[in-house]
């Protein structure tokens, strides 16, 4: 029976559409794994049947009648994930939920309604996105890596310096698609030696989303084993908008602030040397050594933008005078005092002899 009602549909459908217009194409943009509602509306007599169907291949996406959902001819990539406002159907809300959008679900999508009235067809033209979520700027010897991941539709990335530069930027940019038919995107750069001061920027863009990421050129300070404080220069603002992390030797992460948590996570390796971080970012550590020595990455991002500083810090020898030294000289100054007194002592009690050996010798004589 089911069988005969689907095929009654389709044929209804096949003969009216020649004599009834079809309306223009409604375009819907869908985010990539979240929830999506395709569009469609008529006036309802109460014994309505509704079909949605995916134009490519006839895909039979959903189905209604005898005032239930029907699910038995439903395609299987469609299972689980569509449903209809059933308390509005009454009301012409022929609408489609659609849950967990993929890369796939992307096409052109028809709701045929037939109702005592008469019949019509709407076309849906949905569009997948995955906006540019983040880019990263990673640096090897003389060559930065500019990447980002898990995009659609394919992405393009370019590369600029602030200030502008004359010299030519040079990159290899690769394109990979995934299984998910999702886009990667990577682009390399050679650092020049001759321009040192500059801020190189890396954006990826799609139709709808743009992120941009900027990495600033290694500079050198020194340190003191003590305390010492490294600025996170890029940042011209507070983090109440921007999160913020601390990264050491690009690996270890070190202090990780969100935007949403006033509060900063040290990580448990670090928590010995981090003092404080500053509204502005810097980051205040204590007791350091040689271990401590490398390279400090102050990460700041927020919705549209990413900004990289690197920071070579080197410790001072012969610095500041540590807690530990500090305690040694103490030691080694009152052992000192103690010696001195003891031979002190020991020269007042043998002159005291000699006197007394002197006065025997002249009572004797």
């Known amino acids: 029976m089911e069988r005969l009602c689907w ?29 999506c509602i395709l569009p469609c509306s008529f006036q309802s007599s109460g014994d309505d049947v509704i079909h ?4 490519a291949g006839e895909l039979r996406v959903h189905s209604f009648y005898n005032r239930q959902n029907q699910f038995a001819h439903q395609n299987q990539h469609f299972r689980g994930r569509t449903s209809l406002f059933q308390d509005q159907i009454s009301r012409g809300n022929a609408s489609l939920l659609l849950t967990g959008v993929e890369v796939q679900d992307q096409g052109r999508y028809k709701c045929f309604i037939s109702t005592i009235r008469g019949n019509k067809d709407s076309f849906i033209n949905l569009k ?4 540019v979520s983040k880019v990263s700027i990673d640096q090897v010897g003389n060559r930065i890596t500019c990447s980002s991941n898990w995009i659609y539709p394919e992405p393009e990335l370019t590369w600029s310096t602030s200030p502008p530069s004359n010299m030519s930027l040079q990159n290899t940019t690769t394109v990979q698609q995934t299984e998910q038919q999702l886009y990667n995107i990577s682009s390399s750069l050679i650092l020049s030696d001759s321009d040192t001061d500059l801020i ?11 992120r941009r990421a900027t ?23 507070s983090l109440t908008s921007f999160s913020l992390l601390w990264r ?33 970012g810097s980051l205040t550590l204590q007791d350091l050594s ?3 020595e490398g390279v400090y990455t102050c990460e700041l991002s927020n919705s549209e933008e990413t900004h990289l500083t690197d920071i070579l810090l080197r410790i001072e020898k012969g610095g500041n005078t540590t807690v530990k030294a500090i305690v040694t000289a103490v030691l080694i100054s009152l052992l ?7 031979l002190v002592h020991n020269r007042k009690e043998t002159k005291d002899i000699n006197v007394n050996l002197h006065l025997t010798g002249s009572d004797n004589n």
């Open 52 to 55: 949605w169907i995916k134009i």
């Open 128 to 131: 997948v996105d995955a906006s």
């Open 215 to 237: 990495w600033r050129q290694i500079s050198v300070i020194s340190a003191s084993s003590s305390e010492s404080t490294i600025p996170c220069s890029a940042s011209n603002t």
């Open 200 to 210: 190189y920027s890396c954006t990826v863009r799609t139709r709808t989303s743009s």
């Open 290 to 292: 040689s271990k401590q």
């Open 7 to 35: 095929a009654a549909g389709l044929l209804m459908w096949t003969l009216l559409r020649i004599v009834t217009p079809s309306e223009g194409d409604t375009e819907v943009l869908c985010v990539l794994m979240e929830s």
């Open 336 to 342: 000192l005092s103690v010696l001195m007194a003891v």
């Open 248 to 280: 050491f030797n690009h690996t270890q992460t070190i202090v990780d602030q969100t935007r949403t948590n006033v509060t900063f996570a040290v990580s448990e390796e670090w928590r010995q040397h981090v003092k404080a971080v500053s509204e502005s």
